[in-house]
């Protein structure tokens, strides 16, 4: 891909960038964009606040596929996540929408968008995963967190990611998010690299999966009674065969699932047939470090596969700051040193 000169931004779950109280964030975000040269506009429904951007996930679809189909859009930047995108599945598969629409570009995002992801990757599209407009491009500090910045200016710059080391630090979520906190840094905590918990440390494949709070939600309907039967009929997660030779993905939300919540989680994902498949598992670092310990002993309790490598804190997801992580292009993962590559 080439540098990337054009974005479009959508809220394809929450519509909360549209709120009054947010249009400081937004501002801050996009005079940054524009220092990098940018070209940017905001999807026809992505500032219309969060309870019209609720009531209309056909508005939303049709953001999306608009995005895709603009021959003025290099990249589509979500603004954040949430927890209801699902509903754009009749909107984008009930007539092979999404598959007649997608073209070759840039398309970031995490946390619910995990589920917009999957959407892009059952029509063939790779995508890349790890960051977001308000999260990261209107992070209330003097300026973008460095090790966030120097992955976002890499996928920009080139449309894609080379490779990934560890961040030398971590950072605790704000507790507020109001204008008094703009130009605030964040305090720095150090943080350890990456850290193998089982098997071989050098291991390949091609990485997919995203938050695990919301691939829960692909089995259990206690969130929406009707995600997983929506999930079913779309065919919406990679089947066992899909999950051969790859490298899933897993980080945990803001909600900081309990370990009995993370432990069903796995579960699924292991009647799903995933671990059976996959090469290896990378896992995100928790926000605020919360369950970490617990999470890894799970890891290794409920695959099922002590051949299988796991690689625990690694800077992607809800902990900042966050790396970006292609999906679909070809990995090797390195935790000897400390460096996960991707082929071109």
């Known amino acids: 891909m080439n540098k990337i000169k054009n974005v479009s931004i959508v809220s394809l779950s929450s519509g909360i960038m549209g709120e009054p109280d947010l249009r400081f964030e937004v501002e801050i975000g996009l005079k940054r964009l524009k220092e990098y040269g940018l070209n940017v506009k905001f999807a026809p429904h992505a500032l219309k606040g969060e309870a019209y951007v609720k009531a209309h996930p056909e508005k939303r679809a049709e953001d999306l596929l608009n995005a895709f189909r603009d021959p003025d859009t290099d990249m589509i930047l979500c603004a954040?996540?949430?927890?209801?995108?699902?509903?754009?599945?009749?909107?984008?598969?009930?007539a092979e929408e999404l598959a007649g629409a997608v073209t070759d570009k840039v398309f970031l995002g995490f946390s619910d968008t995990t589920v917009n992801h999957l959407m892009l990757h059952k029509a063939g599209l790779k995508t890349f995963y790890g960051q977001a407009f308000l999260p990261d491009v209107c992070e209330l500090g003097p300026g973008m967190l460095p090790y966030t910045k120097r992955y976002f200016e890499e996928l920009i710059g080139t449309g894609g990611i080379r490779e990934i080391r560890p961040s030398g630090v971590w950072y605790r979520e704000r507790e507020r998010f109001s204008p008094d906190e703009a130009g605030k840094e964040r305090p720095a905590l150090l943080?350890?690299?990456f850290r193998l918990l089982q098997g071989p440390p050098v291991f390949s494949g091609k990485i997919l999966g995203g938050c695990i709070d919301t691939l829960y939600d692909c089995f259990n309907g206690e969130r929406y009674a009707d995600m997983p039967a929506l999930c079913r009929q779309y065919g919406l997660f990679p089947s066992a065969e899909e999950w051969k030779g790859r490298i899933l993905l897993l980080e945990s939300s803001e909600e900081k699932p309990r370990p009995e919540k993370y432990r069903r989680a796995l579960r699924y994902l292991q009647e799903a047939g995933v671990f059976d498949a996959v090469s290896g598992v990378l896992v995100g670092k928790p926000m605020d470090e919360t369950y970490a310990a617990e999470y890894e002993r799970l890891l290794v309790g409920e695959t099922g596969r002590p051949d299988l490598s796991i690689l625990c804190n690694v800077n992607v997801g809800h902990a900042l700051p966050r790396c970006v992580i292609p999906f679909g292009a070809e990995a090797t993962v390195d935790a000897q040193n400390q460096i996960i590559r991707f082929a071109d």
Request: cysteine-free; glycine content about 28%; overall charge negative.
């Open 191 to 193: 943080n350890g690299g």
């Open 80 to 94: 954040i996540g949430g927890d209801d995108t699902y509903r754009l599945l009749p909107y984008l598969f009930g």
